[in-house]
């Protein structure tokens, strides 16, 4: 079994980043992060419509709580669905290129979304209507799973290997950009009166990605293929079956980068996703306060995710994540009894302080170093299924099982353990990991 993390001059592939010049390399980044940000505005709309409208307009039980959680077991059916496009589209990034990919998966992504916007709700036509959610739900999953890896590696293939941490997680600014469009849209509608709203306001945010996807596929049609992949391509050294590939000789990378994304996403799922149902149905708090928590970590999110990259390039991609680790177990109790007081302010800054120190950082400089795990012929889909199958497992289950336990106990303390425990697989997936900051590209 082969480590590829470990990086030696002999297993370099020319990645040709030092030839980008500045301004190109800017243009790049910019490109991705557009291109990105629309592709989580799709995904994200969603989430915030689970909490607020799913479970009232397409899973009308009697019991509010078990509408909860059937609402968020169709939300974990996006996260699923992602390893699958990740291998999909891992597959044919590796064969025929990072560009391709990308143009393909806004367009599947915008149009599951559009056509979310105009179903037919549970009173309408009865059960039909959340099996046809489901479907869109599972298309959502597939578009996101393939847009992320050829994302990161568009920019990641052409940074020059000083600043790779810093440029590689500008790509995720592309999401709490999204997450502000998302989370703003609904704000905005969900100040109608309740009656408008759940008969046609909640569909506005989801008939407007048609939009979007015009914008960016104009944007992802004008990007150049990576050097790295154009390298591989001339000397016919590109992956037949990369996942065999992968699986055979790469297995120690793949599951350190599934550990890697576990801590991170429950707590961007406890954090953004849960706490809207908790702090609505539960301490009865008016959901646009916590929206607008959600909205602020988001927003501060555009300056930290980049400020993490760069430290990363300076501290290394390991002390970083650590670091966060040590943030998800410690800060995992007291969460819950800060949003407890139900005072605005302090559940605001709650909100902001768990994304920000357990999502962000993670989020962020796990951009470049899922990358760097995998040579240039298997990066797209090693990268994308790792940082998919972690997200799944983790991100796919944790509402469910957040609203599960809260049902089962009537307490979060269990929430709170379960939380610690994901902090723990990463951060032993973290002592595991090779430190890749400042190397080349193998």
Same mark, same amino acid.
């Given at each position: ?11 370099? !592939? ?9 301004d190109?390399?800017r243009?790049i980044?910019? +490109? ?5 940000a ?11 419509a689970t ?11 009697? =019991?509010?709580?078990m509408g909860?959680?059937?609402? *968020? ?35 599947i992504?915008?149009? &599951?979304?559009?056509?979310i ?32 890896? &050829? ?5 990641? !293939? ?8 810093? *440029? ?8 709490? /950009?999204?997450?502000? %469009? ?11 009166p =309740? ?28 990007? =150049?293929?990576?050097?790295a ?12 079956? $990369? ?9 120690? $990378? ?10 991170? /996403?429950?707590? %961007?799922?406890?954090? +953004?996703?849960?706490v /809207?149902s ?21 927003? /501060? ?6 400020? #993490? ?6 501290? &290394? ?11 998800? %177990?410690? *800060?995992?109790?007291?969460? #819950? ?6 005072? $605005? ?8 302080v ?21 040579p240039?012929?298997?990066?797209? +889909? ?31 303390? $269990?929430?709170?353990? #379960? ?8 951060? #032993? ?5 090779? !430190?890749?900051?400042?190397? !080349?590209l193998?």
């Amino acid at each position: 079994m082969t480590f590829t993390g470990t990086l030696s001059p002999t297993q370099s !592939e020319p990645a040709a980043a030092g030839a980008v010049a500045p301004d190109e390399m800017r243009r790049i980044v910019w +490109s991705s992060v557009i291109g990105t940000a629309v592709e989580w505005y799709d995904f994200l709309i969603y989430a915030a419509a689970t909490a607020l409208v799913f479970n009232k307009l397409f899973f009308p039980v009697g =019991d509010p709580a078990m509408g909860t959680i059937a609402a *968020f077991g169709t939300y974990a059916v996006g996260y699923f669905a992602r390893p699958l496009g990740a291998a999909i589209f891992g597959h044919y990034g590796d064969k025929l290129g990072r560009k391709a990919m990308l143009a393909t998966t806004i367009v599947i992504m915008g149009l &599951g979304t559009f056509c979310i916007g105009l179903l037919p709700t549970y009173e309408q036509v009865g059960i039909l209507a959340p099996i046809l959610l489901v479907i869109l739900r599972f298309v959502q999953g597939i578009g996101i799973g393939g847009e992320w890896g &050829g994302a990161v590696l568009m920019v990641v !293939e052409n940074a020059p290997a000083k600043k790779r941490g810093l *440029f590689g997680s500008m790509v995720q600014v592309g999401n709490p /950009i999204g997450n502000l %469009a998302a989370i703003g849209i609904f704000a905005l509608v969900s100040q109608m009166p =309740d009656s408008a709203f759940l008969s046609w306001g909640w569909r506005i945010p989801f008939l407007l990605s048609i939009l979007l996807i015009v914008v960016g596929l104009f944007i992802r049609l004008k990007l =150049d293929e990576t050097p790295a992949f154009r390298e591989m391509k001339a000397k016919s050294q590109v992956a037949q079956a $990369p996942l065999v590939e992968i699986f055979r000789d790469h297995r120690r $990378p793949f599951f350190t980068a599934v550990g890697l994304k576990i801590a991170e /996403i429950s707590y %961007a799922s406890v954090a +953004s996703i849960f706490v /809207i149902s908790y702090a609505t149905a539960n301490l009865g708090m008016a959901r646009a306060t916590i929206l607008n928590g959600v909205w602020a970590s988001a927003f /501060i999110a555009l300056f930290t995710i980049p400020l #993490f990259g760069w430290m990363s390039d300076k501290l &290394g991609r390991k002390t970083m994540f650590l670091l966060s680790c040590l943030f998800c %177990a410690g *800060f995992a109790f007291p969460m #819950f009894a800060l949003l407890e007081t139900r005072d $605005p302010m302090i559940v605001t800054a709650t909100i902001v302080v768990a994304i920000s120190c357990g999502q962000m950082v993670m989020f962020g400089v796990g951009a470049p170093w899922y990358s760097e795990l995998f040579p240039a012929r298997l990066r797209y +889909s090693g990268a994308s299924l790792g940082f998919q199958i972690g997200a799944a497992i983790s991100g796919g289950l944790t509402p469910f099982v957040a609203a599960s336990l809260l049902a089962w106990t009537g307490a979060t303390w $269990p929430i709170s353990l #379960f939380l610690i425990g994901c902090a723990l697989i990463t951060a #032993f997936a973290t002592i595991m990991a090779p !430190e890749t900051a400042r190397k !080349e590209l193998i």
